[in-house]
């Protein structure tokens, strides 16, 4: 029930191609969805969050679709570049479940 | 505002030594998260403070894990006696609500218990 998984584990695009990360959710009360982007020897920083109430939202050339029926969400980066190449941790979280919960990570490179 | 400030950035530890990681959160932010994070186990989320007093420490993994929030711009993670497994990066993180707003994270301190 407090499980993200969180697919794929690393992922290689080539520049200009669309990068697409996916995480599932099991628990229906979390009630926000952050994507983190984390550079080597740094903190994860907040990349682009989502609330269930819309099914997609684009910020740039990140956006994050949404589907509460199907208790999953994906970020997409398009026209990916090699400064997007980081690790991408999806998240799920909420006031009424208590609870922040990282996916496993994944690690994107972006070939120029 | 400078953001999160951890120290030591680096710690290299023999097993048994006690270890304390420091952290300064974003003046202003009622919420303090204290993150371990390892290959293995990804970005886990050990314990979380509110106004200084400690909300959360399900995830705080054994009583050789400690921390406290002496004031609103300082925390402390202990851990005593220290073991190999805990070698891992400690992310500090702070927000103004706890679990719908942006979470700022600290650069981390890595630890390394020989």
């Known amino acids: 029930q407090q499980q993200v998984k969180q697919s794929p584990q690393s992922l290689i695009v080539q520049k200009g191609g669309i990068s697409i990360i996916n995480c599932a959710y099991e628990?229906?009360?979390?009630?926000?969805f952050p994507w983190y982007q984390q550079f080597p020897g740094k903190g994860p920083a907040l990349l682009i969050a989502?609330?269930?109430?819309?099914s997609e939202k684009k910020e740039g050339r990140f956006t994050i679709s949404f589907n509460k029926s199907a208790k999953q969400f994906s970020l997409h980066i398009m026209d990916s570049q090699p400064g997007d190449s980081a690790t991408y941790f999806c998240?799920?979280?909420?006031?009424?479940?208590?609870?922040?919960?990282f996916g496993s990570g994944t690690r994107l490179s972006i070939r120029p | 505002d400078a953001g999160v400030i951890q120290s030591p950035r680096h710690e290299v530890t023999e097993m048994g030594q006690e270890v304390t990681l420091r952290c300064k959160p974003i003046?202003?932010?009622?919420?303090l998260f204290w993150y371990r994070q390892t290959m293995m186990r990804g970005l886990e989320l050990l314990i979380y403070?509110?106004?200084?007093?400690?909300?959360?420490d399900s995830g705080m993994p054994e009583d050789r894990f400690s921390a406290k929030m002496p004031n609103a711009s300082f925390s402390t993670l202990k851990i005593q006696p220290s073991e190999p497994r805990d070698s891992a990066v400690y992310f500090c993180?702070?927000?103004?609500?706890?679990?719908?707003?942006?979470?700022?994270f600290g650069p981390g301190t890595r630890l390394t218990v020989l």
């Open positions: 989502i609330r269930p109430d819309v």
């Open positions: 003046s202003g932010h009622d919420y």
């Open positions: 628990n229906t009360a979390f009630d926000y």
């Open positions: 998240a799920a979280s909420g006031s009424s479940a208590s609870k922040i919960i």
């Open positions: 993180a702070s927000s103004l609500i706890p679990y719908t707003d942006t979470q700022y």
């Open positions: 403070f509110n106004n200084n007093v400690p909300i959360d």
